[in-house]
């Protein structure tokens, strides 16, 4: 079945430990990328990766780091979460001309 | 810079009934897709629907169809026979058909919250 698996679900971490969510796809898909979701703001892209040891930002990329070691995984970190790092996170991955898939979600909450 | 705008915050509708939701969208691209996403309380997000501009044909799904207006740069999305569990938050959402850069980032809408009445 084709699918963008991520984890974990849901996390409640503390300010300041490092975290990663894992996102991996088995669609080969050259392109993969991070989304924030946050109310009234709708989702935001975070960084991008365009091919394996490719990757840039998106347009909120402060206080996050990815890589691209594989073509099938891009995680997601954070080094020093903050408060305002508190958001539902979503990884997706496409294909030339193709819609995106998207995994299940992240539920991040920093205290 | 392209942008989506999805001005029904909230909507309803009777559980059989058909609803419309609207979206319009501004950009200087000739080609480009449009998509509707489906976020349930899950919080999955699950593509109902696409649009390729270049199509003159509206696309279906099923019980989704869209309404495209290229010109006005409008793209709704109709629900017919709606049914409790088509009950969800809908995202409207724009990419680039250029395969280049960071092109495939979608440009979303704020989102439509459907809610269906039994």
Not at chain 1, 8 to 34: A, D, F
Not at chain 1, 64 to 93: D, G, H, M, W
Not at chain 2, 33 to 43: A, E, I, M, T
């Amino acid at each position: 079945e084709a699918q963008v698996t991520q984890n974990p679900r849901y996390l409640i971490t503390v300010t300041g430990k490092k975290l990663t969510v894992t996102c991996s796809q088995n669609m080969n898909h050259e392109y993969m990328s991070w989304y924030r979701q946050d109310p009234g703001l709708g989702l935001r892209q975070i960084y991008y990766s365009m091919n394996v040891e490719v990757t840039d930002k998106g347009d909120v990329p402060e206080g996050y780091k990815v890589s691209r070691k594989e073509k099938r995984n891009f995680p997601l970190i954070l080094e020093s979460p903050s408060p305002n790092q508190t958001s539902l996170y979503f990884c997706a991955s496409s294909h030339v001309g193709a819609e995106a898939f998207f995994g299940q979600g992240t539920r991040l909450t920093v205290v | 810079a392209q942008t989506v705008t999805q001005s029904q915050p909230e909507m309803s509708v009777q559980e059989a009934e058909t609803v419309t939701l609207s979206c319009t969208y501004d950009t200087s691209e000739s080609d480009y897709y449009l998509f509707w996403y489906k976020q349930p309380p899950s919080r999955q997000m699950i593509l109902v629907i696409r649009q390729e501009a270049y199509k003159q044909q509206n696309a279906t799904e099923n019980r989704f169809s869209v309404n495209f207006q290229k010109a006005a740069k409008s793209f709704s999305l109709k629900i017919s026979d709606s049914q409790l569990g088509d009950a969800a938050m809908y995202f409207c959402a724009y990419r680039s058909a250029v395969e280049a850069g960071n092109n495939r980032k979608l440009i979303w809408g704020l989102g439509t919250s459907l809610a269906v009445n039994p």
